[in-house]
């Protein structure tokens, strides 16, 4: 199992960013799929899931109405459009299925992608 993020980058309060992850070893369009975001020191937090089928499904109430969930299923790959940006938007960011990847009870993260939100 294989989650690659992209699409991190270092912007101003206000701006939009798209994120996409793709990913693999897994059949994907049969599982629901999610980001988190995780800053040092904290758990990762769950920020948005999606359904299987590509109906949003949730949102964190910190990012309800500025970040949009969206999946590709024929290219495996979910995305998380970000708008409105702020300073407490800066985390690392991972995509996973729902329920998460695990593997010897461990979860499984892969390759996040870092947003930082600064003026």
């Known amino acids: 199992v294989q989650f690659v993020g992209s699409g991190g980058d270092l912007v101003q309060p206000g701006d939009s960013l798209t994120l996409s992850c793709v990913a693999s070893?897994?059949?994907?369009?049969?599982?629901?799929m999610t980001w988190f975001r995780r800053v040092p020191g904290k758990e990762h937090e769950l920020v948005a899931r999606?359904?299987?089928?590509?109906?949003?499904?949730s949102y964190a109430d910190s990012v309800e109405g500025r970040f949009t969930i969206s999946r590709d299923n024929a290219k495996n790959t979910v995305y998380l459009h970000m708008s409105n940006l702020q300073p407490e938007d800066t985390a690392m960011y991972y995509c996973?299925?729902?329920?998460?990847?695990?593997?010897?009870?461990?979860?499984?993260w892969g390759q996040g992608t870092q947003v930082i939100v600064s003026s």
């Open positions: 999606i359904t299987f089928a590509g109906i949003p499904a």
């Open positions: 070893g897994f059949t994907f369009e049969h599982f629901a």
């Open positions: 996973n299925s729902y329920p998460v990847q695990r593997l010897g009870g461990q979860n499984i």
